[in-house]
Each structure stands twice: as C-alpha cells, then as structure tokens.
C-alpha cells in the first residue's frame, strides 16, 4: 500500500528565511511525487512533481524539492519566503507499481509567513 | 477556459434530501475522481474513474454514488444526505494517457448539511 505523511501540521517562518516542508511517503516500487498548494476558499494549484530525473525538482513560485529514496522524503523548500507563501501545502505519491490507481494525499501542512 | 468546473459552489441540504454535485472538465482526461476535505484530514478519496462507463471505490464511497456516462462529465450523488457530510468536496482530472500523473482540481463545492 502506499502512504506519505507529513509530520508538522503547522510550520511558522518569518518573511525573507528559507522554509522547509516535510514530506514522507512509503510505496513498494519507484514514486511519483508531487506537491499541491491551496489558497484560502481555493482548490488545490499544481506545484511541482518528480517523475524520474534529477533529484532537485524547481516548480511554480520559486519552489523546490528534493527527492532522497534513501530517506523516503520529498521536502518542498524555498530559499526566501514571502507573506504571500501563506497557504495549506499537500504533498501526494502516486507507486509506478500500483498501475492505474488514484493519488494519496497528506494531511497537509499549514505554512505561515510571518512579516 | 481549459480546466475543471464545479457546481455548486455552496448548498445547504436538510438531513434526508439527496442531490447531485456537478462535475464537468473540457481537458479530455480520462481520470477523474471526487475528493472531500475535511479539518485535520486532508483530502480523502470517495470515488473515482479511469474512463467513461468505469468506475471505482476510494477510501470514504458510504452515502455516494457516480456514473461516468462521458468523458467530460463525473457528478457525484448524494442520496440521503447527513450531517456527516458536511465538507467541502473537490473534483480532480488527469491525463494518464500521456504520462501526466498530476492532477487539475476544481474550485470546490462547500456542501453543509443541517
């Protein structure tokens, strides 16, 4: 079965530091990874995903993530955060082995920038 | 605009009353699925499908049903809401076909059930 969690439910940084969100996920074979945002009163926005490739994956509002198989971890980080990173941040795996079957979502982590 | 369309985008539903939210995508993806949102439990699966006349089970399907009698089209039933289903539900699309594995969510439908 696959899973992935996202261990803090909240993490708070103050505008202009890096910021760090942790994602862990568990699939028997190879994963899909991806990172959604969601906007106050909005649906979930497409950030950046990893498929195979480089293990640092840059996305949509100067997002990154990094994939470490050995550390089953798929990170979103940022290097300067703004206010207007506020948001609800959703990491999902999708196993390259489970064929056609649905993305799983965390529980997702609330990201507050503070000014 | 290209994307995925939900309708309503708020209801409020007496215990016992069914209806259906609309869900429509112009992409031509061949998966689509509902998802409810609830506090402290991020999105959780209620049905699914991977092309029309095919559908599936998620995590949560009790009190739903779904038809996918076209490619565009994926409403989900509610037939005897209850308060439980207070939510907020999102619809989602994707192109497996051509190695897409992300998905397009719609706005949302704010659903409360009194």
């Known amino acids: 079965a696959q899973s992935v969690a996202q261990p803090e439910d909240q993490v708070n940084v103050a505008e202009g530091n890096p910021l760090t969100v942790k994602c862990t996920y568990s699939v028997s074979g190879n994963p899909y990874l991806f990172w959604y945002v969601q906007y106050p009163n909005r649906g979930l926005q497409f950030l950046l995903k990893y498929i195979t490739g480089d293990n640092l994956v840059k996305g949509s509002y100067g997002f990154e993530a990094e994939f470490n198989k050995s550390q089953t971890s798929f990170h979103l980080k940022k290097p300067s955060a703004l206010v207007s990173d506020s948001a609800l941040y959703f990491c999902?795996?999708?196993?390259?082995?489970?064929?056609?079957?649905?993305?799983?979502f965390g529980k997702g982590t609330r990201l507050s920038v503070i000014a | 605009n290209a994307g995925v369309t939900q309708t309503p985008k708020f209801q409020v539903l007496k215990t016992g009353q069914s209806m259906t939210l609309q869900c429509a995508q112009d992409m031509n993806h061949e998966y689509m699925s509902w998802y409810r949102q609830d506090p402290g439990m991020g999105l959780r699966l209620i049905h699914y499908?991977?092309?029309?006349?095919i559908t599936d089970q998620g995590e949560v399907p009790n009190g739903y049903n779904v038809s996918r009698s076209t490619t565009e089209d994926f409403p989900l039933r509610l037939l005897s809401a209850a308060p439980s289903q207070t939510s907020v539900y999102f619809c989602a699309s994707s192109d497996w076909g051509q190695g897409n594995y992300g998905y397009t969510f719609g706005s949302g439908t704010r659903l409360t059930v009194v």
């Open positions: 499908s991977v092309g029309a006349g």
């Open positions: 999902a795996v999708r196993d390259m082995a489970a064929g056609n079957t649905p993305l799983v």
